[in-house]
């Protein structure tokens, strides 16, 4: 059986210059393309057709587009009793947009303790950029005033695309997302777009969609491309979360 034929992308060619989504590999899932650069532009273009980065340090830019993909249907988030009754007396506040970098740094070094980080020095200046222009958002937990848990990702029409969490200590990253969710479903928002299905975030109410039905989804959700969030600016207790 012969190799699949990854199509190449130059840096200078236009952001569109994808193969459509259905050409993706089946093995390694998802694998679409290689190449090209992390301008805001290509980027957004990119997640508005179901396409997103993933790569080493040291490899190409590598593009993705899974079947089926991974999404959390807001109203949809599952919060255990257990967890209710921690967010009741907990004294820890959330709030989104305060450190945005610092949240991309602590998933980086996260990822880092693991198996390696996706998130190279430039996937952060890329997603700082699209921070900056008001497309990339944080979600942060605090426990007085240290960070210790959090995500971050993008919000385009009313599609938000996860790209990381991290945990420094029980729950954090599953709390940062019950924040997102709960503002998410305030909003009308379609889907919390998680890209790659695992144990875990079915048992927070995810579920596969193949790939045909949430392009879709893409094409009613993210046109036009709006930024339809007022991100509240202040933090909150998370006893208001149940």
Request: with cysteine.
């Amino acid at each position: 059986m012969s190799s699949p034929r990854i199509h190449w992308i130059s840096s200078d060619d236009p952001p569109q210059a994808f193969p459509d989504v259905s050409e993706a590999c089946t093995e390694p899932d998802g694998l679409l393309a290689a190449g090209g650069d992390l301008s805001p532009e290509r980027l957004l273009y990119a997640y508005r057709h179901g396409i997103f980065p993933w790569y080493s340090e040291g490899q190409a830019i590598l593009w993705w587009s899974p079947d089926p993909r991974c999404i959390l249907k807001p109203g949809e988030f599952h919060v255990s009793r257990r967890l209710k009754r921690e967010l009741r007396k907990s004294d820890y506040q959330f709030s989104f947009n305060q450190d945005f970098t610092h949240v991309v740094a602590a998933c980086a070094t996260a990822r880092s303790s693991q198996d390696g980080t996706w998130i190279t020095a430039d996937m952060a200046t890329a997603y700082g950029d699209l921070h900056a222009s008001g497309w990339a958002h944080s979600v942060e937990l605090w426990h007085r005033d240290e960070l210790v848990g959090g995500l971050y990702g993008l919000a385009i029409g009313r599609i938000f695309f996860a790209e990381s969490m991290f945990s420094q200590v029980k729950n954090a990253s599953k709390i940062a997302m019950l924040a997102l969710n709960q503002l998410l479903l305030e909003y009308a928002f379609s889907a919390l777009d998680c890209q790659l299905v695992s144990p875990h975030l079915l048992t927070l109410g995810a579920r596969p969609m193949p790939r045909p039905e949430f392009q879709d989804m893409l094409e009613s959700a993210c046109n036009p491309p709006l930024r339809v969030i007022e991100w509240p600016e202040e933090r909150t207790s998370v006893a208001t979360l149940v």
